[in-house]
C-alpha cells in the first residue's frame, strides 16, 4: 500500500515559536487531512484540504495541499501548551480509505 | 462527540487465546474502521466496513477477522492473540465524506 513519511519525528519547542511540518508521498492523493491526538485519545481531525495549491486556515494553523499532490505541510503559529501531542497526517485513498503518516509528536517547553 | 464507543478500553491475554474488541456507534454511518496505532508506524488500517456484512482489508488484515451484523456494531477478533498485536486499536467512523474520519477512544491490548 501506499506510504506517507512525516517529518520531523518529534519537536521540542519552546511557548510562542511556530511549528512547521510536513508529509510527503510516492503516490498522488486527491484530498490531504490533518489530525492531532491528545495523550489517551482518539485523533481528532484539524484540517481537510480537497485540492492542489489550496491553503487552508483554522485559527493558528495553516495547512497547503501541494501543487503536486504528493506533499502537504501544516504550520502553526505561536504555539501554546495545548498544541502538545501527535499531529498525523492523512491521504485519502481510493473508496473512503485513508493511509497515515507515522506522526509529528510535539513537545513544548513553558 | 459522533457517538463512538469501544470496549474494552484495556485488556491484558496471553498469547494463544481468543480476543474481540467491540466498535459501537449510535449514529448510523455506513462506513467503520479498525486501525491499530503503534510507536514509529502511525496509524494502520486492520480492516474496514462499508456495510453490513460488506468488509474488507486493510494493510495489517492478517492474524485479524472483523465482522458487521448490525450498522451499528463493527467487532475486530484476533483468533489467536501473539505478542506482535500489542497494540492500542482505534476504531473509526466516515462521518461525512472526503475522508472526515472520527474515532472512539482506543482500546489498549495486551498481549502476554
Known amino acids: 500500500g501506499q506510504q506517507l513519511n512525516q517529518s520531523p519525528q518529534s519537536m521540542f519547542i519552546q511557548e510562542g515559536e511556530d511549528v512547521s511540518m510536513n508529509c510527503t508521498s510516492s503516490s498522488i492523493f486527491n484530498t490531504w487531512l490533518w489530525y492531532k491526538q491528545d495523550p489517551g485519545e482518539g485523533p481528532v481531525l484539524l484540517i481537510a484540504?480537497?485540492?492542489?495549491?489550496e491553503l487552508t486556515s483554522n485559527g493558528r494553523l495553516t495547512a497547503q495541499f501541494g501543487i503536486t499532490r504528493k506533499d502537504s505541510f501544516l504550520n502553526i503559529s505561536a504555539s501554546i501548551p495545548s498544541d502538545v501531542g501527535i499531529y498525523f497526517c492523512?491521504?485519502?485513498?481510493?473508496?473512503?480509505?485513508?493511509?497515515f503518516g507515522q506522526g509529528t509528536r510535539l513537545t513544548i517547553n513553558p | 462527540d459522533a457517538g463512538i464507543t469501544q470496549s474494552p478500553r484495556h485488556k491484558v491475554t496471553e498469547t494463544g487465546t481468543p480476543v474481540t474488541l467491540r466498535c459501537h456507534q449510535t449514529e448510523n454511518h455506513r462506513y467503520m474502521y479498525w486501525y491499530r496505532q503503534d510507536p514509529g508506524h502511525g496509524l494502520r488500517l486492520i480492516h474496514y466496513s462499508y456495510g453490513v456484512k460488506d468488509t474488507d482489508k486493510g494493510e495489517v488484515s492478517d492474524g485479524y477477522s472483523v465482522s458487521r451484523s448490525k450498522t451499528e456494531d463493527f467487532l475486530l477478533t484476533l483468533e489467536s492473540a501473539t505478542s506482535s498485536q500489542t497494540s492500542v486499536y482505534f476504531c473509526?467512523?466516515?462521518?461525512?465524506?472526503?475522508?472526515?474520519?472520527?474515532f472512539g477512544e482506543g482500546s489498549r491490548l495486551t498481549v502476554l
Open positions: 473509526a467512523i466516515l462521518a461525512h465524506g472526503g475522508g472526515e474520519l472520527f
Open positions: 492523512a491521504g485519502l485513498e481510493g473508496a473512503q480509505k485513508l493511509v
Open positions: 484540504l480537497y485540492k492542489a495549491g
